[in-house]
């Protein structure tokens, strides 16, 4: 069945909507403040409207598949919003659905404060039911428990419309009242409260952040005539170059662009340096303690008697014990050559570490390319750290090939073309 355009949009403005709540009320950098108060009743007024919206369009786009014939009475011409929703419930019961006369009354509330919202102005009647409804007639007051209750009522009234499609007109009709419980409907709230761990995460999004933002100015400068990696090139030659080449291209024009002080990459120098201290932050965070294990754990890997077609190397990484990982081990050791159960249980570990706390190949993408466009004068430094995290990111991928997937990890594994382009812009940078 195909969602019309329009309950799809009402219902991806919805998710926004509490995403945003939760992303205001959680966001570290959000005082907790005495205005905090206020976002609720913001998000109310907000709320309100996607869900009237979202449920009239559900209405309307359900009104061919309606085995019942209910939800024509909601549209018919000529009537208030009082008797078009009491019409609705009265279809629904006459159907045989024991909706629950409470939602139908709440949302006919929310179709009042909606009004208000949308016209800016107050109808004495629709104030009236809102008080009776227990909604303010002021709707600055509106807060948390009205959020809820205005989704509670979403929440019904979709599965309510849902089962006039669904529903068989000749089967027994149910005796009892269909309604979700508040407690299914109601979201809990998050403190917004930070943990320790939670620390590295957020420098790694900002670093993410970071690279995209540089990223996208890197992206102009080659467009434009002064640094076009194209120029004087065909579409047959520059299909000839291959995949690779062309990136190289790309970016030594991005380069050159740097070099000659393009004020569009010029502008991130100083957040290329907060990019640095960032990541030596979520290194000593959350890589440091390990970074020995690195280079031993890489030859475990990449050494013929270790056997990546084994089931059990998930397993082994997830034992916490240190003795009864190694027995695992021991197990299966006469197939592991000359390697013994301390070095593949140490291998598995900083393979594992190295596979969670670099995510994606965004710090190699970073200090390899981006930084050292945006600002060429410190190239070194930049290059050294990309040679840290090339490592590990080399780990990442030893562990995802031969745990994940169980086959033999290749020493290159798509990362050459990155350690290519330092040797070059080493180069590059001694012959300025």
């Keep these: 069945m195909d969602v019309g355009e329009f309950i799809d949009t009402y219902s991806d403005d919805l998710i926004s909507i509490h995403e945003a709540r939760v992303a205001m009320y959680t966001h570290p950098l959000r005082g907790d403040y005495a205005f905090a108060e206020l976002l609720d009743a913001s998000f109310c007024r907000i709320l309100v409207v996607f869900v009237v919206g979202g449920i009239e369009a559900m209405l309307e786009a359900w009104r061919d598949r309606d085995r019942l014939d209910v939800l024509n009475k909601y549209f018919a011409q000529n009537v208030t919003n009082g008797e078009r929703v009491t019409s609705l419930y009265q279809a629904f019961l006459d159907a045989g659905i024991q909706v629950d006369r409470e939602v139908f009354h709440d949302y006919l509330a929310i179709k009042y404060l909606r009004n208000t919202v949308i016209h800016g102005r107050w109808k004495e009647h629709e104030k009236e039911w809102l008080d009776a409804r227990g909604f303010p007639s002021d709707t600055r007051k509106l807060t948390k428990e009205h959020f809820d209750k205005i989704e509670h009522v979403n929440q019904n009234m979709m599965f309510y419309v849902a089962l006039t499609g669904l529903a068989d007109p000749n089967a027994p009709k149910p005796a009892k009242l269909v309604k979700l419980d508040e407690a299914i409907t109601r979201r809990e709230d998050h403190t917004g409260i930070l943990r320790i761990r939670d620390i590295a995460r ?69 957040l290329a340096k907060d990019a640095v201290e960032f990541w030596r932050d979520y290194w000593q965070r959350a890589i440091a303690p390990h970074e020995q294990a690195v280079r031993p754990a890489l030859d475990v890997f990449m050494s013929p008697h270790f056997k990546p077609e084994m089931p059990v190397w998930s397993v082994v990484a997830n034992v916490r014990d240190d003795d009864a990982a190694r027995r695992l081990v021991d197990q299966i050791l006469p197939t592991q050559g000359s390697l013994t159960s301390d070095q593949v249980v140490r291998a598995l570990r900083a393979g594992k570490v190295a596979y969670e706390t670099i995510p994606n190949i965004m710090p190699v993408t970073l200090f390899t390319l981006r930084l050292p466009i945006v600002d060429p004068g410190n190239t070194p430094a930049y290059l050294r750290e990309a040679e840290r995290v090339l490592e590990l990111f080399r780990l990442n991928r030893a562990w995802y090939e031969c745990v994940e997937h169980r086959r033999r990890f290749a020493d290159d594994n798509g990362l050459g073309f990155y350690v290519r382009m330092c040797r070059e812009l080493a180069q590059r940078q001694q012959g300025r």
Aim: hydrophobic share 35%; proline share 1%; charged share 40%.
């Design 202 to 270: 957020i420098i790694w999004n900002n670093l993410e952040r970071i690279d995209a933002h540089i990223y996208r100015d890197i992206e102009q400068a080659v467009i434009t005539k002064e640094y076009d990696w194209t120029e004087g090139r065909s579409r047959a030659e520059l299909d000839a170059l291959g995949h690779e080449e062309c990136k190289r291209l790309f970016y030594l024009a991005a380069r050159r662009a740097g070099e000659e002080d393009y004020k569009p990459l010029v502008q991130h120098r100083e």
